[in-house]
């Protein structure tokens, strides 16, 4: 009995199947065979047999037949679709979209006649002028989906200047170069506030500053007033700087008498209005310190230079109204350079990549170049075809719903005004 047990499979000759609460026994008729199957695990010669305990068998006697593992029957897990092959590394940038198009994996919301007809209905009631009669009256003939991408370059750049800078001294800190010799203009650290948006700062340069004397007032912190040229007074306009006003009689025009001017009290001049009658304006240079501080003053400028394209195969929506709606993100990458997309789907945006990279590369020479990011959206478009029955004949129009904010483009709407504005 041990030694039929220890018989490898398979048998030939007739059998008999019965199956009993979904396992299956088989029913020998004719003796096995010595012969092995194909994987069969053997002992090397020489080696005593292992000394193993089977269990008893049914008490139908019959053996059950060996089965394999069927994972068909198992539920797909994701990222586990293929079991049972040797696990490839993670695939670089190239091949991970060569492999993985952007059209997968995505769930676009299913749109419905019923969605395309209120976003129209939407659409004409944003036009003051517009008629709804055809919105909702109109019958719906197709309904064709489609996709747009729009992609993205940006590059996030400093530059920096330098130039010389005065301030009134005051008896601030002077940081001069008996501190040591000023660093370089790229050797000073400065972080940006926050990454791809444009900014700028001002800063002074370590071991620049120096003390000089006022070059507006040469360091006497106070002004000659011109108007009244130091003096402090000017002539009276009334009077003329006489102090008085004649008197003239009506017949031959003379003189009759005087009477003091009572704008300058007789005197033929007033006080300066300009400088209160000191005959000096303070220096608002140097804030009548008649010293300056100067230095250099370093001007950090980050910019983000943003280029993009929008690829719509079938020029449904212009491509100004794609860039405003929402929609996909099928890829996007944040490097300090970015590479080209080559294995992106369509060629179109292949191209466009390679020719908005190449042309941020040498756009910027006098600037450094911190970080890039790009990404591809894709703008889902639907096209109605659609027809209705006017006053006269039918009119048949399309139009274009794209977007995940449902927006509509329908330049072949057939009421496009009033009758107001129509009759004028």
Sequence with gaps: ?????????????????????????????????????????????????????????PQYHTLQEPSNFDSTDMEVVEGYEHMGTPIQPPPSYEEAIAARPPQQNINYPAITDEDVREALIQHVHSNCCWGTSAATEMRIHDIHTNSAFHYTLETFSESRATNWVYEAYVGQEIDSNSNGPPPGPWEINV??????????????????????????????????????????????????????????????????????????????????????????????????????????????????????????????????LIRKVNGHVAFKEERERVSAISSFPDTKI???????????????????????????????????????????????????VYGFENKVYAPEYPLQYCWGCGIL
């Design 1 to 57: 009995m041990d030694k039929q047990r220890r018989r490898p499979y398979p048998y030939h000759g007739d059998e008999s199947r019965q199956t009993y609460g979904g396992a299956t026994s088989v029913t020998r008729v004719s003796n096995p065979v010595s012969e092995q199957p194909e994987g069969a695990v053997t002992m090397s010669q020489g080696h005593p047999p292992a000394r193993c305990t089977f269990p008893a068998p």
């Design 350 to 400: 292949n191209t466009a990549s390679r020719q908005l990279v190449e042309r941020h590369r040498t756009s910027f020479p006098s600037e450094r170049i911190l970080m890039q990011r790009h990404h591809v959206r894709i703008i889902p478009l639907t096209k109605v075809q659609c027809s209705w029955v006017g006053q006269s004949n039918n009119q048949e129009f399309s139009y274009c």
């Design 191 to 320: 972080q940006p506030p926050e990454m791809f948006k444009d900014s700028v700062t001002y800063l002074e340069v370590p071991h620049t500053a120096s003390i000089k004397i006022c070059h507006y007032c040469t360091g006497q912190g106070k002004l000659r007033c011109a108007p009244c040229n130091s003096e402090g007074k000017q002539k009276c306009m009334y009077c003329a700087g006489l102090g008085q006003h004649s008197h003239y009689g009506n017949a031959e025009r003379t003189v009759e008498g005087y009477t003091v001017c009572t704008t300058c009290a007789g005197t033929g001049h007033k006080t300066c209005t300009s400088c209160r009658g000191s005959g000096y304006h303070q220096c608002k240079v140097c804030q009548s310190r008649g010293n300056l501080k100067y230095y250099i003053k370093l001007t950090v400028k980050w910019v983000n230079h943003t280029d993009d394209h929008v690829v719509d195969n079938l020029s449904l929506v212009p491509g100004n």
